[in-house]
Nanobody
Framework: QVHLAESGGGLVQAGGSLRLSCAAS????????MGWSRQAPGEKRELVARITSGGSTIYADSVKGRFTISGDTAQNTVYLQMNSLRPEDTAIYYC????????????????WGQGTQVTVSS
């Protein structure tokens, strides 16, 4: 079983900052990527940012220049620094991890955290 421990969500005013963190632990052999997706009420879940084990990053256009994703490979931890937050950033942010549950598995699986609420007020 893989556990994704998320933290850092909260309530901030527009223009403020938050730093999300997600630490993966448990039965996982290797991690290909870690990142964050978000889902606002009535909206589909969208990828916000992710970082691969090699350090390459992907950002949604809506957060480029404002959010920065980074990772600590040794600790299986990913961080999302969110600056210049806007009300439209309000959503539940879910940690996502792509990896193998064991060395016997041929393919990667996608794991989701429970989510942490980010609310940005006007």
């Amino acid at each position: 079983q893989v556990h994704l421990a998320e933290s850092g969500g909260g309530l901030v005013q527009a223009g403020g900052s938050l730093r999300l963190s997600c630490a993966a632990s448990g039965s996982i052999s290797s991690i290909a990527s870690m990142g964050w997706s978000r889902q606002a009420p009535g909206e589909k879940r969208e990828l916000v940012a992710r970082i691969t084990s090699g350090g390459s990053t992907i950002y949604a256009d809506s957060v480029k220049g404002r959010f920065t994703i980074s990772g600590d490979t040794a600790q299986n931890t990913v961080y999302l620094q969110m600056n210049s937050l806007r009300p439209e950033d309000t959503a539940i942010y879910y940690c996502r991890v792509v990896g193998r549950p064991s060395r016997e598995w041929a393919n990667d699986l996608l794991y989701w955290g429970q989510g942490t609420q980010v609310t940005v007020s006007s």
